[in-house]
């Protein structure tokens, strides 16, 4: 078992759903819980101390390269050591494979964007280039928020796009995604307003969310109705 910063990885038996081939693959175990001072940045990620956490989100069968999220493969009882283990590769390009594999079975664009994100925080996390990432996530997330049969929380989605094009530096196309997010968001108006102000300013940085925020997010006990987006 691998433990960094209270965060547990271990070696775990799964059967690949594509070709039912059983193979070893990481998997997170333990992680510790979050409190008003865990770092959370504005597009609502958890930032790890590592990009072996996030890689070990996502599984790749080493028989066909299917790569998807752990917990679409099933445990096998098998001890680790006794399958073939998955292949080993740079923690961000099992969310690139993972892309792959959905394009490759018609996964919809809001899922290829959300493996594309956590491609981009698994690269920063890993200290290397993430711009390439955010562009591929904002280009599947435009179409899923473009897909009229598509039935998902498209304001809170508009918020996350807003936070993408801001970080792309398309401070006016992230002005008109803030604008779109309403009360069904379920997201604080504070934190909507503040990104907003942030892409007036022509600031693209990456942004951790303050303390009451990430209270206020994180922690249920602690929303009420009274914070979220005002009706216009």
């Known amino acids: 078992m691998q433990v960094i910063k209270e965060f547990s990885i271990q070696p775990t038996s799964v059967v690949c759903p594509a070709c039912n081939?059983?193979?070893?693959?990481?998997?997170?175990?333990?992680?510790?819980?979050v409190t008003p001072d865990t770092l959370i940045e504005a597009d609502l990620h958890r930032v790890l101390p590592d990009a072996a956490i996030r890689a070990a989100l996502v599984a790749m069968c080493p028989a066909c390269s299917y790569t998807w999220w752990i917990t679409a493969f099933r445990p096998h009882l098998f001890k680790p050591g006794l399958v073939p283990p998955t292949p080993i590769i740079d923690s961000p390009k099992k969310f690139a494979h993972a892309v792959l594999t959905g394009r490759q079975?018609?996964?919809?664009?809001?899922?290829?964007?959300l493996l594309a994100l956590n491609g981009c925080w698994c690269a920063r996390e890993a200290g290397q280039p993430h711009e390439r990432w955010l562009e591929l996530a904002g280009g599947e997330l435009e179409k899923a928020l473009r897909d009229v049969q598509w039935n998902g929380n498209r304001s809170y989605y508009h918020y996350v796009m807003g936070e993408v094009c801001r970080q792309s530096g398309d401070f006016k196309g992230a002005v008109n995604q803030f604008n779109l997010v309403g009360p069904e968001s379920m997201l604080p108006k504070e934190l909507v307003e503040r990104q907003k102000v942030q892409s007036i300013s022509g600031d693209?940085?990456?942004?951790?969310?303050?303390?009451?925020?990430?209270?206020?997010?994180?922690?249920?006990?602690?929303?009420?109705?009274?914070s979220l987006v005002a009706e216009e």
């Open 21 to 33: 081939s059983i193979f070893a693959t990481p998997g997170l175990v333990t992680m510790p819980n």
């Open 105 to 113: 079975n018609g996964a919809h664009s809001l899922d290829l964007a």
């Open 204 to 226: 693209s940085k990456p942004a951790a969310l303050p303390p009451h925020l990430v209270e206020l997010l994180f922690c249920p006990k602690m929303k009420s109705q009274e």
